[in-house]
């Protein structure tokens, strides 16, 4: 079972350069987001989709942007890299509406360095 | 906006000894989720244990329990008969019952040391 997988691994982008980190879930699952880690403030919600075409912002959108042309892909794009980009970026899926107890399934993480 | 406060960057264990980790969150909702996850030096996000804000048992997983108190809006996991293994980084989460399941709020996490 591949669940949630995130691409690449390890990235190193210098100031202005663009990027996507590419999100891609083998579940079926409606429900796609993004999460950056930074230390000492645990994860914080960047972008979230719903479904196919429906995207939302969540806690730090700024400098990110996202689209969900499937149901099975989220891309994150940083189209103007800034150092305070630099994190961990933790995409994630889940299949259960709002009032259910469902399981968000996160993939392995990107650590993304702007320099 | 709902806020998960993780009060212990840091705590240690002796193996086969117990540890409880701290977790206080704040909402004016009565339906909710709350979640602890793991994080090992490997970076992937366990979901270790999940607790319904409806229900006054208290979740339990093997040697994983939690300690809800709804009223006091804590969330604390005990870990029993600590293992090598449990050694990573532990957080706290919470869903609200009325958004979709793509959007949690974390705590800071907490760093757990098991010594052999």
């Known amino acids: 079972n591949a669940g949630v997988t995130q691409t690449p691994k390890f990235q190193v982008l210098k100031t202005g350069q663009s990027m996507t980190l590419q999100c891609a879930q083998d579940?079926?699952?409606?429900?796609m987001s993004w999460y950056r880690q930074d230390p000492g403030m645990g994860l914080r919600l960047i972008h979230y989709?719903?479904?196919?075409?429906?995207?939302d912002q969540g806690e730090v959108p700024n400098g990110y942007n996202v689209s969900r042309s499937t149901t099975e892909d989220f891309p994150l794009r940083l189209l103007s890299a800034a150092p305070s980009q630099t994190s961990v970026y933790f995409c994630?899926?889940?299949?259960?509406?709002?009032?259910?107890?469902?399981?968000?399934?996160f993939g392995a993480g990107t650590r993304l360095s702007v320099l | 906006a709902q806020t998960v406060t993780q009060s212990q960057p840091e705590m240690s264990v002796q193996e086969a000894e117990t540890v409880t980790l701290s977790c206080t969150y704040d909402?004016?909702?009565?339906?909710?989720?709350l979640f602890w996850y793991k994080q090992p030096p490997s970076r992937q996000m366990i979901l270790v244990i999940r607790?319904?804000?409806?229900?006054?048992q208290n979740a339990t997983e093997n040697r994983f329990s939690v300690n809800f108190q709804k009223a006091a809006k804590s969330f604390s996991l005990k870990i029993s008969d600590s293992q090598l293994g449990d050694a990573a980084m532990y957080f706290c989460?919470?869903?609200?019952?009325?958004?979709?399941?793509?959007?949690?709020?974390f705590g800071e996490g907490t760093q757990l040391t098991v010594n052999p």
């Open positions: 909402t004016s909702e009565s339906d909710y989720y």
């Open positions: 607790q319904e804000a409806y229900k006054q």
């Open positions: 989709s719903v479904g196919a075409g429906i995207t």
């Open positions: 579940m079926n699952h409606e429900y």
């Open positions: 989460a919470y869903r609200s019952a009325r958004t979709s399941g793509s959007r949690l709020t």
């Open positions: 994630a899926s889940s299949s259960g509406t709002s009032g259910s107890l469902n399981i968000q399934y």
